[in-house]
């Protein structure tokens, strides 16, 4: 008998960490063991309040065993098959049909993925398709704004308002532009300068999450959406983070009274317990592909769209949002939220501005003195923070907070607590204001 062989293992984790200085990550991960409403526990057994809800998605809580008994079910009645061609699957066509009864516009069109990345990716096919077969294939360009976040896949690197999440690649997809995130002028020029004719969509997220948690001007929606019909361009709303409560709304957009051609979803539509992403196309853009005869056919679809398992879990998300009112609390937070850092920050020169106020999620911008001083200050910040018993997002030049909608008054005042902590020890540690 042969002798068997010991694996080799590496001296540091096996694991590459995604956005991650795995040089740093190998020698000290963090790791989290457990999870349960707004806190999380790590492998010493230490708690920590959930300021973010893991990555911008756990909106109801975590450990929802509702969620966990509905993908329990469903793995054993129908565990996974695919909805390609003609075949389907109950909770793909629930799960669409009650998304589509969302949107803003009767008759809409639901197409499934597996996360925000790839809706991302199947809303600029759709875009680029619905031109193409209205024979106006030049209209191909897409418009997004600077600062914006719209995934990590081909198109999303390539609409990548994050300078540095689209550098090192080589060259990107072609026919995109970057505008000002806060003028709706910028999107008038850039037109003129393009000609209308030319493009194909304007890729919007209500709040601009990833790259700062910035929140539109009043009127700024409104106006993108305005010019968009009246140059016949496609609007997006990227809503993977706006969604479902975050700003006190289903769908996020539906905050403000437009209808934007295209939406995506993806995060706290399972509350994360599972991947899933999905399109909503309004009837003028899907209708199309839905043509009693010789409709084109979108070639294009994730292997996991529409998985039964993934679905399942999304409908339970989306009875609880239902069964205990959790959609409103994103407006119905926000004023105490954004009380509870202008005084966790107050008198902190280490901070230059609180960006808060409209939805369960916040910005809080280090001042230019000490990010000069240190660059690192962001991530040293979320350290002090968790070491005082609050876990926040690192973004660029600050951190950035999301909650879930679950959280209770006393946890605001221990997130609040445990940023201005954070501040104090940063302080201490000798970062400039």
Same mark, same amino acid.
């Given at each position: 008998?042969?002798? *068997? $062989?010991?694996?080799?293992?590496?001296?540091?984790?096996?694991?590459?960490?995604?956005?991650?200085d795995?040089g740093? &990550?190998?020698?000290?991960?963090?790791?989290?063991?457990?999870?349960?409403?707004?806190?999380?526990?790590?492998a010493?057994?230490?708690?920590?309040?959930?300021?973010?809800a893991?990555?911008w998605?756990?909106?109801?809580?975590?450990?929802?065993?509702?969620?966990?008994?509905?993908?329990?079910? $469903?793995?054993?009645? +129908?565990?996974?098959? #695919?909805?390609?061609?003609?075949?389907?699957?109950?909770? #793909?066509?629930r799960l669409?049909?009650?998304?589509?009864?969302?949107?803003?516009?009767?008759?809409?069109?639901?197409?499934?993925?597996?996360?925000?990345?790839?809706?991302?990716?199947?809303? %600029?096919?759709?875009?680029?398709?619905?031109?193409?077969?209205r024979?106006?294939?030049?209209?191909? !360009?897409?418009?997004?704004?600077?600062?914006?976040?719209?995934?990590?896949?081909?198109f999303?690197?390539?609409?990548?308002?994050?300078?540095?999440? =689209?550098?090192?690649?080589?060259?990107?997809?072609?026919?995109?532009?970057? &505008?000002?995130?806060? @003028?709706?002028?910028?999107?008038?020029? /850039?037109?003129?300068?393009?000609?209308?004719?030319?493009?194909?969509?304007?890729?919007?997220?209500?709040?601009?999450? =990833?790259?700062?948690?910035?929140?539109?001007?009043?009127?700024?929606?409104?106006?993108?959406?305005?010019?968009?019909?009246?140059?016949?361009? +496609?609007?997006?709303?990227?809503?993977?983070?706006?969604?479902?409560?975050?700003?006190?709304?289903?769908?996020?957009?539906?905050?403000?009274?437009?209808?934007?051609?295209?939406?995506?979803?993806?995060?706290?539509?399972s509350?994360?317990a599972?991947?899933?992403?999905?399109?909503i196309?309004?009837?003028?853009v899907?209708?199309?592909?839905?043509?009693? #005869?010789? %409709?084109?056919?979108f070639?294009?679809?994730?292997?996991?769209?529409? !998985?039964?398992?993934?679905?399942?879990?999304?409908? %339970?998300?989306?009875?609880?949002?239902?069964?205990?009112?959790?959609i409103?609390?994103?407006? /119905?937070l926000?004023?105490?939220? =954004?009380?509870?850092?202008?005084?966790?920050?107050?008198g #902190?020169?280490?901070?230059?501005?609180?960006? %808060?106020?409209?939805g369960?999620?916040?910005?809080?911008?280090?001042?230019?003195?000490?990010? &000069?001083? @240190?660059?690192?200050?962001?991530?040293?910040? $979320?350290?002090?923070?968790?070491e005082?018993?609050?876990l926040?997002?690192?973004?660029?030049?600050?951190?950035?907070v999301?909650?879930?909608?679950?959280?209770t008054a006393? *946890?605001?005042?221990?997130?609040?607590?445990?940023?201005?902590?954070?501040?104090?020890?940063?302080?201490? $540690?000798?970062?400039?204001?």
């Open positions: 008998m042969a002798e *068997q $062989q010991t694996p080799h293992r590496s001296s540091t984790p096996a694991l590459w960490h995604p956005f991650s795995m740093a &990550v190998s020698r000290s991960e963090f790791l989290i063991a457990s999870a349960e409403g707004c806190y999380v526990e790590d010493a057994g230490r708690r920590y309040l959930d300021a973010t893991a990555l998605y756990s909106n109801l809580g975590h450990g929802r065993t509702e969620i966990a008994d509905a993908v329990s079910a $469903q793995l054993r009645s +129908l565990d996974a098959y #695919s909805i390609f061609g003609d075949y389907a699957n109950e909770p #793909s066509n669409a049909e009650r998304l589509a009864a969302l949107a803003p516009a009767p008759g809409s069109k639901v197409f499934l993925g597996s996360g925000g990345g790839d809706a991302i990716d199947t809303a %600029a096919k759709i875009a680029r398709a619905h031109f193409h077969h024979g106006e294939p030049e209209r191909a !360009h897409l418009i997004y704004r600077r600062h914006g976040y719209h995934g990590t896949h081909g999303g690197t390539s609409l990548a308002g994050i300078e540095s999440n =689209a550098e090192g690649w080589g060259p990107l997809i072609a026919d995109t532009s970057v &505008v000002a995130y806060d @003028d709706p002028g910028a999107l008038e020029l /850039e037109l003129a300068r393009l000609g209308a004719d030319r493009v194909a969509a304007f890729f919007c997220e209500p709040v601009i999450g =990833a790259g700062g948690v910035r929140l539109p001007a009043d009127g700024y929606i409104e106006a993108v959406a305005e010019i968009c019909a009246r140059h016949g361009v +496609l609007f997006v709303a990227d809503c993977v983070i706006c969604g479902f409560g975050r700003l006190g709304t289903w769908l996020g957009i539906d905050r403000w009274p437009v209808r934007p051609d295209l939406i995506t979803l993806a995060k706290g539509l509350n994360g599972l991947p899933v992403g999905a399109v196309a309004a009837p003028s899907a209708a199309p592909f839905f043509a009693d #005869s010789a %409709a084109p056919v070639r294009h679809g994730a292997t996991y769209a529409g !998985h039964p398992a993934c679905c399942a879990a999304a409908l %339970a998300a989306l009875d609880l949002y239902e069964a205990e009112g959790l409103p609390r994103g407006r /119905e926000e004023g105490a939220l =954004a009380e509870k850092l202008a005084a966790a920050t107050a #902190s020169d280490l901070v230059a501005e609180v960006r %808060a106020g409209l369960l999620l916040a910005g809080i911008e280090l001042s230019a003195e000490a990010l &000069v001083a @240190d660059p690192a200050a962001p991530a040293r910040l $979320q350290l002090a923070c968790r005082a018993g609050v926040v997002r690192p973004l660029g030049t600050g951190i950035a999301s909650p879930p909608l679950t959280i006393d *946890q605001l005042g221990e997130l609040g607590d445990g940023i201005a902590a954070g501040l104090r020890a940063l302080d201490r $540690q000798g970062v400039p204001g």
